[in-house]
């Protein structure tokens, strides 16, 4: 069953850290590009970040370049997101999820549930 | 404020034609494709449109999307009650070096 699985969120102060995995099963997780996408309470979708599946294409959204690292595991099968310098606005729920191809940039067809983080002192 | 632009809500009757248009530039939506997502409430989002007008297999062909220089649509044909939801529109960004996603519309079915 190909699922991804999201772990790592919390409660963190203002400038505090913060590092978010996903766990891919049922796929050949080096073949994919993977991406993290965020969601504020009750607001929008926002792209955050990708990687390739060799881990040597990375891309930020500037409202996280400079504080947010993207990484891989391709032999844990695990995607992660470093967060540091978080801000309230850094408050969302964080979606991993799985690129169709490298060159769809926007095509993701398989989601994790998601994980909850709250930026607050 | 999104750099792509879509109508905060939409609405209709059952069997009713609703279209969600989504308004870009030429550095988004007027040279790359269009992809739109389905949100359900408390889920997480659906790819419904990919390469602006491909349906992924198991969407229904009431679904279809359109785009024509820096702007795109999202048609849902045959409203039925499941399809009340939020709907987003995204694009690759050129000059961002980014994905850009629109505000979202919600829908509506009364």
Same mark, same amino acid.
């Given at each position: 069953q190909v699922q991804l699985v999201e772990s790592g969120g919390g409660l963190v102060k203002p400038g505090g850290s913060l590092r978010l995995s996903c766990a891919a099963s049922g796929f050949t997780f080096s073949d994919y590009y993977m991406t993290w996408i965020r969601q504020a309470p009750g607001k929008g979708l926002e792209w955050v970040s990708y990687i390739s599946g060799g881990g040597t294409t990375i891309y930020y959204a500037d409202s996280v370049k400079g504080r947010f690292t993207i990484s891989r595991d391709n032999a844990k099968s695990s995607l992660y997101l470093q967060m540091n310098s978080l801000r309230a606005e850094d408050t969302a729920v964080y979606y991993c999820a799985r690129q169709v #191809? /490298?060159?769809? #940039? /926007?095509?993701?067809d398989i989601w994790g549930r998601g994980t909850m983080v709250t930026v607050s002192s | 404020q999104s750099v792509v632009t879509q109508p905060p809500s939409a609405s209709g009757t059952p069997g009713q034609r609703v279209t969600i248009s989504c308004s870009g530039s030429n550095s988004n939506i007027g040279s790359n494709y269009v992809y739109w997502y389905q949100q359900l409430p408390g889920t997480a989002p659906k790819l419904l449109i990919y390469r602006s007008t491909q349906r992924p297999s198991g969407v229904p062909d009431r679904f279809s999307g359109s785009k024509s220089g820096t702007s795109a649509s999202l048609a849902i044909s045959g409203l039925r009650s499941e399809d009340e939801a939020d709907y987003y529109c995204a694009a690759w960004d050129d000059s961002l070096s980014g994905l850009v996603f629109g505000g979202g519309t919600k829908v509506t079915v009364l």
């Open positions: #191809s /490298g060159y769809d #940039s /926007g095509a993701f | -």
